[in-house]
């Protein structure tokens, strides 16, 4: 498997169980107190809840099971920091590009994130047809980027052009 593909799974699989455990957290926490029993509540535990003794709220609060792959390909952003030898911070985005040229790729996420990576000459372009160049790349084009951080400066490891 190539290096970037790797990345590219060891970040999708962090998201996701970071997403997972947020939801967990989110799902665990109740959104009201919890009722105390009566006598005249049911006095053997029964295997299923009744829908009806759920706090009318409930339902905003339960979250929907996801597979991992639907849930990356809704994140627009993020970052994960890989163990190994040198610890090593792969960044990841999604959405339109804003400024093209030999050197650099501006790109404008649809919550108004923006970042400029640095592409080189090991910079892998691709598109559904196959590898296409930097060159071949235009302001709107719709990308993914995955980069990796070195201090502030993010250099494009992978950049895939989406179907708009």
């Known amino acids: 498997m190539r290096t970037a593909a790797k990345i590219i799974v060891v970040g999708v699989s962090t ?10 957290i989110a799902y665990a926490d109740p959104p009201s107190p919890t009722p105390t029993p009566t006598a005249a509540a049911n006095p053997t535990p029964s295997a299923r809840p009744n829908p009806t003794d759920r706090p009318a709220d409930a339902d905003r609060w339960r979250v929907r099971k996801m597979r991992p792959r639907a849930l990356v390909a809704r994140a627009l952003h993020g970052e994960v920091t890989l163990a190994g030898e040198g610890h090593r911070v792969v960044v990841f985005q999604r959405g339109p590009i804003e400024k093209v040229s030999d050197t650099s790729l501006t790109v404008k996420s649809a919550d108004g994130y923006t970042a400029t990576y640095l592409v080189s000459d090991e910079t892998v372009v691709r598109e559904k047809a196959g590898k296409i160049t930097v060159a071949d790349l235009s302001v709107g084009d719709r990308v993914l980027v995955v980069a990796t951080k070195d201090g502030s400066t993010l250099k494009a490891d992978t950049i895939r052009v989406k179907d708009s």
């Open 15 to 24: 998201v996701a169980l970071a997403a997972g455990i947020g939801a967990g």
